[in-house]
């Protein structure tokens, strides 16, 4: 049968998004909306603590509010689980995720699976889960996120942590994209400098690799609509989120982390993270993101961290299949490659990257994280398996390819 080349593209993301300072102060309207009397609440312990969750749910009636609060860094299956019983005992109208992408990605989940029912796997891909699909639409799911960087807020995928099997699997579905998404700056002021630093990384690369991932039309055609991957290619849309997310991130990360009370700094770094998520959930994404999973599954390192000490060494290995478009991230990100050639722009963009890390405290390569020399076989053979992120990297890539990529962040 002859190759049939993908011939148009889709675009999907949250029903609605409330941009701004004052967003999450919408809730109770968004609540009113659903007629809801009763709310779950998905959040951690460090976000209730901080008296967030206490703030964005002040004008609900205490009554009808459930707050689960035992989310978790990379939230393993059993916390999945916990967030579903705990649905199952409110019956929630709406779910409120309330923090960064792993309460969000557990609310997101906890919606779908209360609807429908079923165990957590059955809704991963085999070998690990059963495979099956979505089938419809979950509880309402209203996400407020406190950080800036993982998009969950706009995306169809959750990630799930089974710490036994140094595995991490995910659920892919356009029905856990949520109904609202408030995304309001004002929630991320408290967020400390380390983890503002390695979210702001970890949205800079989706938007890097969802503006270098291949084409729509440079991928096969699926076999129905149906049938079409949620990451189904770059696009002229998806590009224009992923520019205006390196522009804002490039500006904005550094003052964010060095004067948290920066609120326009706050409001490019949440602009930015919601324009890559948009742009990353509907193009795709690439090795960085596929070695960084590895690694987090295997070492449990920090994944913003990873991403920052990867990303530079995968620009450079991308470069010859894309040098045109690395030349002009290194411009959106202010450097001046007038004159330069195009291997000197590109090079000129994973340098701008590596001192974006290094100012706001990421340095010195996977090795800071207990990745060694003896690692970099058995991340590489991990990584090799996550065809869904490598299906789009701009350069085809193999197990040599990515031991000698992790090699030299190391």
Not at 44 to 59: K, L, P, Q, R, S
Not at 304 to 325: C, D, K
Request: glycine content about 10%; some cysteine; overall charge negative.
């Amino acid at each position: 049968m002859a190759y049939e080349p993908e011939s148009v593209w889709e675009f999907s993301t949250a029903r609605n998004v409330t941009f701004g300072l004052g967003a999450a102060d919408e809730l109770d309207d968004v609540v009113e909306e659903y007629d809801a009397e009763s709310i779950l609440v998905v959040t951690d312990a460090g976000v209730m603590e901080a008296g967030v969750v206490d703030d964005v749910t002040d004008a609900l009636d205490p009554d009808g509010v459930t707050v689960f609060d035992d989310v978790e860094p990379d939230p393993s299956l059993e916390v999945f689980e916990a967030a579903r019983d705990a649905a199952a005992a409110a019956d929630p109208d709406v779910v409120v995720g309330v923090g960064g992408g792993s309460s969000m990605d557990v609310a997101k989940t906890t919606g779908v699976v209360h609807e429908h029912g079923g165990e957590i796997l059955d809704y991963v891909a085999p070998p690990t889960g059963d495979g099956r699909p979505v089938p419809g639409p979950g509880v309402p799911t209203v996400c407020l996120p406190t950080t800036a960087g993982t998009g969950s807020e706009t995306s169809p995928v959750t990630v799930i942590s089974l710490p036994d099997e140094d595995l991490k699997v995910g659920i892919s579905s356009r029905h856990q994209r949520p109904n609202v998404a408030l995304v309001d700056p004002g929630l991320t002021v408290s967020l400390p400098p380390g983890p503002t630093a390695s979210s702001g990384m970890d949205a800079l690369c989706h938007a890097i690799e969802a503006y270098v991932t291949r084409r729509y039309d440079a991928k096969p055609a699926p076999e129905s609509r149906a049938d079409r991957p949620d990451y189904n290619g770059r696009s002229p849309i998806t590009d224009l989120f992923a520019e205006k997310a390196i522009e804002n991130i490039g500006d904005g990360l550094r003052n964010a982390v060095n004067n948290g009370e920066d609120l326009e700094a706050r409001r490019k770094m949440s602009l930015g993270s919601l324009t890559a998520g948009i742009a990353f959930t509907n193009a795709g994404l690439g090795v960085t993101h596929a070695i960084a999973m590895a690694a987090g599954a295997i070492h449990h390192t920090p994944h913003g961290v990873t991403i920052a000490l990867t990303l530079p060494e995968v620009m450079r290995f991308n470069a010859p299949s894309a040098f045109e478009r690395y030349a002009e991230i290194a411009e959106l990100l202010g450097e001046d490659t007038s004159g330069m050639s195009r291997v000197e722009a590109a090079e000129a963009a994973a340098t701008a990257v590596e001192r974006l890390a290094a100012d706001v405290g990421i340095a010195g390569g996977l090795s800071t994280l207990d990745v060694s020399e003896d690692d970099v076989e058995h991340v590489a053979e991990r990584a090799s398996t996550l065809q869904r992120l490598l299906a789009g990297n701009p350069r085809r890539v193999d197990q040599d390819d990515l031991e000698g990529i992790i090699r030299r962040s190391l």
